[in-house]
């Protein structure tokens, strides 16, 4: 079974460009996640979709990070325009639904550098 | 916050020997989770714990959790220089949304 895929791995821009990260789930999986982790730091969740719609992004910075899902499947999530705090690795990862007790599946993860 | 603690944050070891790592939590959760990560295989799902449920095993693995504590502890035995990672526990309290900790850094030396 293929795993959650990601690109690109490593991505290097100056701050105040914009960035996009893409994210396959594995197949089947109705519910995705982007994650972004802080060098040092656990994963911190920055939205959950269920199908194409948003379930919680209670943690995602609105007036510089958006994230869609259109098509139920794959999912983008854009920086715009990027800051140097924004430096991390952004972890996807699915699951088969968002009920209790559903393991989460991530992928490689994009590794952003901000200069 | 929700956010679990890590204790202690990094750990060396000889191989052979028992690794143990405590996590805190601050609010009810609905379980807890256990996360390996390294750079060869990303972040990886070890073993969860339900809330009604104390003790749980998975092979080298043994997971505890005490709700009145709001504590849990992994205890890894007889490891391996393959066990070399951070190890990470998350807590989930509704819509499957976990809240990672700060994690534990483990060195098993050969």
């Known amino acids: 079974e293929a795993g959650v895929a990601q690109s690109p791995r490593y991505k290097i821009i100056e701050k105040r460009q914009s960035v996009a990260f893409w994210c396959n789930p594995i197949s089947g999986h109705a519910t995705l996640y982007w994650y972004q982790q802080i060098l040092g730091q656990g994963p911190k969740l920055l939205i959950q979709?269920?199908?194409?719609?948003?379930?919680?992004d209670s943690q995602l910075p609105k007036d510089r990070f958006s994230a869609e899902r259109l098509k139920g499947v794959d999912s983008t999530l854009k920086i715009q325009p990027a800051k140097l705090e924004d430096s991390a690795v952004y972890l996807c990862a699915s699951s088969l639904a968002s009920g209790v007790y559903n393991e989460q599946f991530f992928g490689p993860g994009t590794r952003l550098t901000v200069l | 916050s929700q956010q679990g603690e890590e204790d202690p944050q990094a750990l060396s070891i000889q191989e052979g020997e028992n690794a143990t790592m405590n996590c805190s939590y601050k609010?009810?959760?609905?379980?807890l989770q256990w996360y390996r990560q390294n750079s060869g295989r990303g972040l990886v799902h070890l073993i969860l714990i339900r809330s009604n449920e104390r003790e749980k095993h998975s092979g080298r693995l043994r997971v505890t959790l005490d709700t009145s504590k709001k504590s849990s502890s992994l205890l890894i035995t007889a490891s391996r220089a393959a066990d070399t990672a951070s190890y990470f526990c998350?807590?989930?309290?509704?819509?499957?949304?976990?809240?990672f900790g700060t994690g534990t850094r483990l060195t098993v030396i050969p």
């Open positions: 609010t009810s959760i609905n379980n």
């Open positions: 998350a807590t989930e309290a509704g819509a499957n949304n976990l809240f």
């Open positions: 979709f269920q199908n194409n719609g948003v379930v919680d």
